[in-house]
């Protein structure tokens, strides 16, 4: 633990024990996987590397905001990326904030958005025993996410069946942009197996499916597409409410990450006017499609929304529901939230709590 | 409360094409004999079923007539009703998604003469959107300049999800005629099916597709702003029609915040997006996603920063409504004559010279 960490003012999470649930871990090459893949994977990764629908090997279609879409100060002395290296994402992130809890998500080489399906499970399967050896069972602050291959919902379940009951993992993670909304009946056996072993789905934005980025194409730039990739999210909410998703298994818990949330009020509003003269179309739902996203789904804060009356910001988090909301920073990215100031309204004893701590304990059973 | 009898300006009420025989007449000989040979017919837009519940209030159905097909229940129901002095009339027949592009403005001019001629010679109330062949730009141009002589045209009409998003420089040209003419360009609710429906593919239910419908709103908002349209076109507005408006505020919030941190990426768009947005886009009232606190409403416009967004529509015969509440609760007296007669008078620039 550095020595500046004494000099610091205190922090609104520290005597609470806050809980981020969006950190970013990452591997040094994708060879850190090696032990893990079988000989064949191996060859295989090494000659057609990873392939997905996008029209370049390096990078992102949308060239980021930064090196490694991150902070110009998190990159570790190891040499490797942005959250390669455990003890310093500890002495930035997990120290420096008093952080109990750390929820992973891995965005790059997971193998949820594969185009070769059997080389996608071979890759979950790998990273995931790389993120229980090399980063949970050294940290027990962290917990993973189970990646799974969600195009192949056989394959996914199987993922979730080896790793269930491993308290190591918290929630199962797939790619938001899925070939098909989420709510189609062709994800609905990961729901069951989630749902079965009690552990939410966490659906941070990610991932390829060869779709245009908005329903009227591709956008230019990265300053429309890192906002696309939100509003993305507000036809996942949409599908598994109105797919009948949550309906039908209601002790599945979903927890959407990376996509702010002051658009959940006005997205209730819409679902809800729009079922009342539609809901013949969907009888499987029983109420009000609000009453499904009020019960079952949470949502996380980065990045916070900030109005441009700060003060509104209170408003739309109590027309959001405040036992909803779950902090997360986004280390290491460039748009880091930072728990000391992120949240620009005076919040009471009891909010902070539930925000910073209390919520994300009932929305992953810690 | 019963709706207030000031002169309502009505900026979206949908007439419908009956079909392609009503069209025949205002085809040239080539897409006459094209349509009459190949039986092409039924190009009503997928985006809205006409039997759906949205679609067609009960009370403005009757048997047989296709909703908003006939001039006398227009003028009962959407006119006389509301006492409006004047409506805009958004034809949403499928001329924008067909595949070739010369018989997209062939139809497109069709269903501009057939409105002309079958509607606003009719009812002096009535004002019209130039339906645009978004297909081609250049193809676009001239329908604009075609009927841009005609007073009566207020605006030139294109549906939320296209081909591209509309910043695209490709449509520049378009923006370049409309500004030129004092055209305010509206984006209606409707997709070509160019894209799925959502970024993540395409849902199973009708009422999904309604509720994302939104998002490609969104897309068209962050498009314009980001590549830089209302710098190169200042006198250009942008008017959503059944689009929504509650998500606007965290929509700006999220957008100034990215433009905060990515503007060097875009470099053109030279102050804050809510600004932009504020100063050129307006948004038709139906339908309202009203919530449940009707006091909330009053703090989402509040929010929005500005009272000059919001024009008045009954998106007749869409169901948005019952009876005359055409008016959510919670709008202020103030609020409600701008909207239902001054900001539309701001808006139209064209309109204001024949109705003032």
Known sequence: MSQSLLDRPSVPGTRLGLID?????????????????????????????????????????????????????????????????????????????????????????????QRNQEFGAALCRAVNHWQHEVWTQKDRRLKAAIVVPGEDAAAAVQEIEYWAGNRDFAQVSMVTHTIEPLGRRRYWPIYEAAAAHDLPIGLHTSGFNGHAVTPTGWSSYYAEEHHEVAISQQALV????????????????????????????????????????MRDEVPHLDGPPSSYVKSQMWFTTQPMDEPERPADLSKILEWIGWDRILFATDYPHWDFDDPETAVKVKLTETQRRMIFRDNARAAYNL | MSFPRIG???????????????????????????????????????????????????????????????????????????????????CLYGAPSVFNADFAAALARAINDWLAAEWLDREPRLRGSIVLPIQDPELAVAEIERRADDPRFVQVLVPAGGEAPLGRRFYWPIFAAAEKHRLPLCIHAGSTFRHATTSNGWPSYYLEDYVTMSH?????????????????????????????????????????????????????????????????????????????????????????????????????????FDGDEALPPGLSESLVRKVLVENPLATYPRLKESVA
Request: charged content about 20%; glycine content about 8%; some cysteine.
């Open chain 1, 21 to 113: 649930c969006d950190v970013h871990h990452a591997m040094r090459s994708p060879r850190d996987l090696d032990p893990y893949l079988a000989q064949k994977w191996r060859d295989h990764l090494g000659t057609y590397g990873s392939r997905k629908p996008v029209p370049f090997t390096g990078t992102s279609p949308y060239f980021k905001s930064a090196p490694a879409l991150s902070r110009k100060d998190t990159w570790p002395p190891n040499g490797g990326p942005p959250g390669s290296d455990l003890a310093f994402l500890q002495e930035q992130l997990l120290d420096r904030y008093g952080i109990e809890c750390g929820m992973l998500h891995l965005l790059s080489m997971t193998g949820m958005d």
């Open chain 1, 238 to 277: 949409t599908s598994l409410v109105c797919e009948g998703v949550l309906a039908r298994l209601p002790s599945l818990r979903v927890v959407m990450v990376e996509c702010g949330l002051a658009w959940v009020p006005s997205l209730c509003w819409r679902l809800d006017q729009h079922w009342k003269r």
């Open chain 2, 8 to 90: 309502a300006i009505d900026c979206d009420v949908h007439p419908a094409v009956p079909g392609m025989r009503a069209l025949l007449p205002y085809l040239d000989d080539h897409w006459r004999e094209q349509v009459t040979v190949r039986g092409i017919d039924g190009l009503d837009p997928s985006s809205f079923p006409v039997n759906a519940g949205p679609n067609c209030r009960a009370d403005w159905r009757a048997d047989g007539v296709k909703p908003g097909s006939s001039l006398e229940r227009l003028r009962a129901d959407a006119l006389d009703a509301f006492g409006s002095r004047v409506a805009i009339c958004n």
């Open chain 2, 216 to 320: 490609a709103f969104q897309a068209q908002l962050l498009s314009l702003v980001a590549e830089g349209v209302f710098t190169k076109f200042p006198g250009l507005t942008v008017v959503l029609a059944e689009s929504g408006f509650t998500w606007l505020p965290q929509f700006m919030w999220r957008q100034v915040k990215t433009w905060r941190a990515m503007r060097a990426e875009i470099p053109w768009v030279d102050r804050a997006p809510a600004e932009i947005i504020r100063d050129h886009v307006r948004i038709t009232l139906q339908p309202t996603d009203v919530p449940p606190d009707a006091s909330a409403l009053g703090q989402v416009i509040d929010m929005i920063g500005t009272d000059r967004f919001l024009l008045f529509s009954t998106d007749y015969p869409h169901w948005q």
